[in-house]
């Protein structure tokens, strides 16, 4: 590691469990339990004041150490510590877009419900559609908005938009942002054929939501396997 980073170790080494940089190591293992994170897929980012720390790209999620990670400066966007031999995040910008956006935390997977059910809005209600549900209730576990108070109710309906993948992540970028625009009481963002992303004010409310939401869309296509109706 270079003179800089080891200048920096001070950011990743903590005996806090809740440390940012140990925080990721272990959401990113139990995601890995969850098929989230599947061979080296999806990431995690946590911002802590002005730091953000972010798990790097290209390697096994299950087996990422503190020292892995990468922390940013999030005013200016520099890298305070940069791993040597390892790639930075190619999700960064849209971590980025998601802290701009309010976020404490975001999370990216690539679960297969999520993916499936971006399939099943195509076919079923065309390219521009949103993936809607009502009158579930693990709704419950998803925020009103976020300049609203309190949770969503079992009648009402989730919507959560779904822009086209690209080749590159990082070409995600723009497309995210008008979806947060067009959607502002969304706290997660579908990707057509890749995954999603959620974020939350903070690491439990992110986590909280990524669950709640991947239980939706299973629901969702075991629902459509049976002719059920995602709306009321």
Avoid at 101 to 127: D, K, Y
Avoid at 163 to 192: C, F, G, Q, S, W
Wanted: net charge negative.
């Amino acid at each position: 590691m270079d003179h800089q980073n080891e200048d920096q170790e001070h950011l990743v080494v903590s005996s806090d469990p809740q440390h940012p940089a140990n925080y990721i190591c272990e959401l990113c293992r139990k995601f890995y339990t969850m098929g989230w994170v599947t061979g080296t897929g999806g990431g995690t980012s946590i911002r802590k004041g002005d730091l953000i720390y972010i798990a790097p790209s290209g390697v096994q999620k299950e087996l990422l150490r503190p020292q892995d990670m990468f922390v940013l400066d999030y005013n200016t966007t520099t890298y305070l510590r940069k791993p040597k031999i390892l790639r930075p995040s190619q999700c960064t910008p849209l971590f980025l877009a998601a802290f701009d956006h309010g976020a404490g935390c975001c999370i990216h997977t690539h679960s297969q419900w999520a993916v499936l059910v971006t399939l099943l809005v195509e076919r079923e209600a065309g390219a521009n559609a949103c993936f809607e549900i009502n009158n579930i209730e693990q709704i419950k576990g998803i925020p009103s908005g976020r300049e609203k108070s309190g949770y969503l109710g079992y009648h009402d309906t989730l919507t959560i938009p779904i822009i086209e993948n690209t080749p590159h992540e990082e070409d995600l970028t723009d497309t995210l942002k008008r979806a947060m625009l067009a959607y502002p009481d969304t706290y997660a963002v579908l990707v057509r054929r890749h995954g999603i992303y959620v974020w939350g004010d903070n690491v439990h409310k992110a986590k909280t939501q990524a669950e709640s939401l991947d239980y939706l869309f299973q629901l969702a296509v075991e629902m459509k396997k049976l002719g059920l109706p995602w709306t009321k």
